[in-house]
């Protein structure tokens, strides 16, 4: 790559992903989660365990914590910190694609990718959140390109090859150190499909899997085997059946039907989901090395959407991982069209990619009307707590619509220009920058309100809470806000404060948070010791002073 490349994607990741990290709160339950376990070593100096509320937490590896907490030794304990890393992992994840393409095919493909993975609506998202999937999937990718590698017909120097299967194996222990095995699930059942479309012929001598597995399992051991050395076995033990309990069962009501996946992806990778299909189609003029690489990335995109179709819980980010694959195909698709044909893109996919961003322009326009008359929505929506929520003092100047205005007008243009082959390309770069902005404008202006809604008061009453010494409780529902938000001490850990409900004296003041409707928040005989001393948003506050 060249000097110039390099620096101008990496101001362009900048650009996109480091401004406003800290303009909303860091949302329930994910992002304040892995911030929490961050802050907590920071507090207890305990870098070796994963800690929420001060004692063990056995869902996930600390890398990722790790590279917060790292964060939050520079910039302070905040929401810009917590998110920081991600931004790094996203400059970082455009320069590697863009290698990747330049290798593959040509510069001119390596820039499509790249233009593909920043202008899809959730794949831009993702690099602006606190959340683990985006550096657990780099890992996996960075991971299984160099399977692709090996399987190339380029012949390589043996010494080249180990080095090739080494990082593979480095890269997936990293991937267990920040998610846990599925990263090695996950490549192993690549490898495996990969496998079966050459009859199980050997398609990585055996050799090369040895010295994959070994560095896997060195790395991945640097913490799972210093962890059960000191701690003994009850991580891995707890960790492997709560990821069983994820699998069978829906998570704190994560449920959804089996294609819950396929729809996300389609409309979270708009247009790239909709681009990738031009790519499917065997050209006989590719070269072996694009038909591999082809081949590994729907090989992944299938293995993402089977496995994460078969877990009982659905949360959005799960498939994340077919981010890579979809916008590979996508920007292949692309090069094709821009570059090989001079047939006009076909009326199918010029019909629904408007009617697509039709769609989502018109969503974004209608927010702000629904958000004033919310009176339309109440009679659809039977949960107390929703109900209660609309009801926010949230402004709204009608001048929020401009978002789907403006997204839909600079996409439209560049269907307009798609549609030209001369200026194909220039349509193609239009279509990209509309979701840019749309995902930028979006979490700059509409994120802010929207977590008005959902758990601003809640948040703010925990914040109010940092210098006053008291305990605080939440009651009937569940969020980590409450530990990274009341900046809780191990003194005095939240889970053991239960006691200030039904106790008979207490040393200092005490709050109860619940939602409106949750459990018997009314009943007295229950809380007699308690006051209501406001009701926001949806949230009840409680408080029992020192008897």
Not at 342 to 361: D, E, H, I, T
Not at 368 to 377: I, N, R
Not at 468 to 479: K, L, P
């Amino acid at each position: 790559m060249s000097v110039k490349n390099f620096l101008i994607i990496t101001a362009l990741g900048a650009l996109l992903f480091i401004p406003f990290l800290g303009s909303v709160h860091l949302f329930d339950w994910d992002e304040i989660n892995f911030a929490e376990s961050a802050r907590e070593m920071l507090v207890t100096h305990k870098f070796s365990q994963v800690q929420i509320n001060f004692e063990p937490f056995y869902e996930k590896p600390p890398f990722f914590m790790w590279m917060q907490a790292l964060s939050m030794t520079l910039f302070g304990v905040n929401e810009f910190a917590a998110r920081f890393p991600n931004a790094i992992v996203g400059i970082i994840t455009l320069l590697i694609i863009f290698r990747i393409g330049k290798r593959v095919l040509d510069e001119r493909f390596a820039w499509l990718w790249v233009l593909a993975y920043i202008g899809s609506l959730l794949p831009h998202f993702y690099f602006k959140t606190g959340l683990i999937d985006p550096l657990f999937n780099l890992f996996i990718f960075s991971g299984i390109y160099q399977f692709v590698r090996l399987t190339d017909l380029e012949n390589y120097k043996p010494a080249r090859k180990f080095r090739m299967a080494l990082f593979a194996g480095i890269f997936i222990g990293l991937g267990i150190l920040t998610k846990g095995p599925v990263a090695l699930l996950i490549t192993l059942l690549c490898l495996f499909a990969y496998w079966a479309t050459f009859r199980f012929k050997p398609v990585v001598p055996f050799k090369y899997l040895v010295v994959f597995f070994i560095s896997a399992f060195v790395v991945s051991c640097a913490w799972f085997g210093l962890d059960t050395i000191n701690n003994g076995p009850k991580f891995i033990f707890s960790f492997i059946d709560r990821q069983l309990a994820l699998f069978k069962n829906p998570d704190a009501g994560h449920d959804g039907p089996f294609y819950y996946h396929f729809i996300v992806l389609l409309l979270g990778c708009f247009p790239a989901s909709l681009f990738l299909f031009s790519a499917l189609k065997t050209d006989m003029s590719e070269t072996y090395q694009i038909r591999n690489m082809k081949k590994w990335m729907i090989i992944l995109l299938v293995v993402v959407l089977v496995v994460f179709s078969i877990v009982r819980t659905k949360i959005i980010h799960y498939s994340s991982l077919a981010y890579f694959p979809i916008t590979f195909l996508a920007a292949y698709g692309l090069f094709r069209m821009i570059y090989l044909s001079k047939k006009r893109p076909n009326l199918l996919l010029m019909g629904s990619l408007f009617v697509f961003v039709a769609l989502v322009s018109a969503a974004l326009v209608a927010l702000p009307w629904f958000a004033v008359h919310t009176e339309k929505l109440e009679p659809y929506i039977t949960d107390h707590f929703g109900r209660a929520a609309l009801h926010a003092q949230v402004h709204w100047s009608g001048w929020e619509s401009a978002i789907g205005i403006i997204y839909f007008l600079v996409f439209v243009i560049g269907l307009w220009l798609f549609s030209r082959k001369e200026v194909r390309f220039f349509g193609a770069v239009a279509m990209f920058v509309a979701g840019a902005l749309c995902v930028q404008l979006t979490m700059t202006i509409l994120a802010p309100k929207i977590e008005a809604y959902s758990q601003k008061a809640a948040i703010d009453f925990f914040v109010a809470r940092q210098n006053e010494d008291c305990h605080v409780i939440v009651w009937g529902y569940r969020s980590y806000g409450i530990y990274f938000y009341t900046h809780v001490q191990p003194q005095s850990p939240a889970s053991k404060q239960v006691d200030y409900i039904y106790g008979k004296h207490i040393d200092k003041p005490a709050y109860i948070v619940a939602k409106t409707g949750d459990g018997d928040i009314y009943d007295f005989t229950q809380f007699r010791h308690f006051k209501i001393i406001e009701q926001k948003n949806g949230f009840v506050f409680l408080r029992r002073d020192i008897e």
